[in-house]
């Protein structure tokens, strides 16, 4: 082998390495957007849950006439599990098993807060 030749395969060997380094530095910043885009997109999906349930129970509890049949209790009791909160569950757990209207307007207060609450605002 001449010395020519060594000269451009350490070269060529050179650049592949530094192109390797390159190319490991993007995908390390690529996957660290990637996660921060999943975070965003989570919390997002969460944000539309809750306000679908807010939305929700405004329009089908607090502006009912009159007693709130089982259908839409349902309907309610899913959309609320379906957030998939701890403490979004347990209050509406205490409004459902509120015993007088006293308590109840309490736990509807408490629940609105919390709604509020758990929406995301930093996105």
């Known amino acids: 082998m001449t010395k020519e030749n060594k000269t451009i395969l350490i070269t060529v060997i050179l650049l592949l390495i530094i192109s390797n380094i390159f190319f490991g530095f993007k995908y390390l910043t690529v996957q660290k957007e990637l996660q921060q885009t999943q975070t965003a997109l989570e919390a997002q999906k969460t944000n539309e849950k809750v306000l679908d349930f807010a939305k929700l ?10 007693e709130v049949d089982f259908e839409t209790r349902l309907k309610l009791e ?9 403490e979004i569950l ?13 308590e109840a307007q309490e736990n509807v207060k408490d629940l609105l807060e919390i709604l509020v609450d758990k929406i995301n605002y930093s996105q």
């Not at 899913?78 to 998939?84: G, S, T, W």
Request: hydrophobic share 30%.
């Open 90 to 102: 347990e209050k509406w757990q205490n409004f459902t098993n509120s015993q007088t209207e006293e």
């Open 57 to 66: 129970f405004i329009e089908k509890v607090l502006k009912a006439k009159g």
């Open 78 to 86: 899913n959309a609320v599990r379906e957030i998939r909160d701890k």
